[in-house]
């Protein structure tokens, strides 16, 4: 990514002793290691970082985001910011860019993008349910066909299992970036995965679910649920294994976790939506994923 200037807004990377500061615009989620990143910075009334860009390959795509100081403007620091990221890209030899987080209809930055020429490429449903009436109904599904479950399956924390084996049991999936993935497995992650609610389904000794969640205030935020079998009744029993792995280890009375969130794709991944429903669950506003080709 390049350096530019316009007027009194300056786009350059952060020296060494300003990486500290850098990091703080981007603390409401990790970034991949080797993410670089450039800063927006106002040299009036004195200097000071206004506003950052992040940027890294990911395969053939560039993923971005960006992060502006309460009170500034993103509509003015924006645009030379994406120029920045987009220049960057044509000199690696790349022309598609995604914006790297989901955005809710209502957030500044869907407009910002559009008007940079970025599309919709992806929708996402959310859904949230009460964390009591999840593990209640969690817990009397498993009771109920506990007796029906192959006596090979078994689940286990995914702390002691390393993020390609979820890569593989996710496969073709649209669920989560590969590099976004191995950093929320990484213990020292902020914002990363539940290593001890999280888990995968074993079948002796081959891996066939797994369900990534993640502590987001007072909620658990179930970003992958996969069961790779195509017997709906075992995948029924496959879901009932992975959530009782995190109702047997959470206090839906007086634990932290008070809501249980997932998300699915607008179209596929309709099973996500029908079994939030089922737990009396309620959808919340949709998020879309931005791209672009140059």
Known sequence: MNESASSDLTIREPAPDEAGRMSRFFRSGSLPPGA?????VRSHPIERFVAAVAGWPE???????LACQPGVSRSDVAAPLIRCVEEGARTAGLNTLHYAESLADDNEWCGILRENGYECLHTERFFEVPSLEAWTRVTQFFKKYQSHIPPGWRTESIRHHPPELALDVIGDHRLMPPEELRACWRADSP???ELDLSSFLFDDAHAIGTLLARRSQDALCVDVRVIRLENPRLR???NSCLLHHVACRSDPVGGPIRWLRFRAGEIEHRETANLAFRMNGRELSPRHIFGKRL
């Open 36 to 40: 670089q990143i450039l800063a927006a």
């Open 59 to 65: 395969g053939n795509i560039v993923r971005f985001r």
């Open 191 to 193: 914002g990363g995965f």
């Open 236 to 238: 029924a029993l496959g």
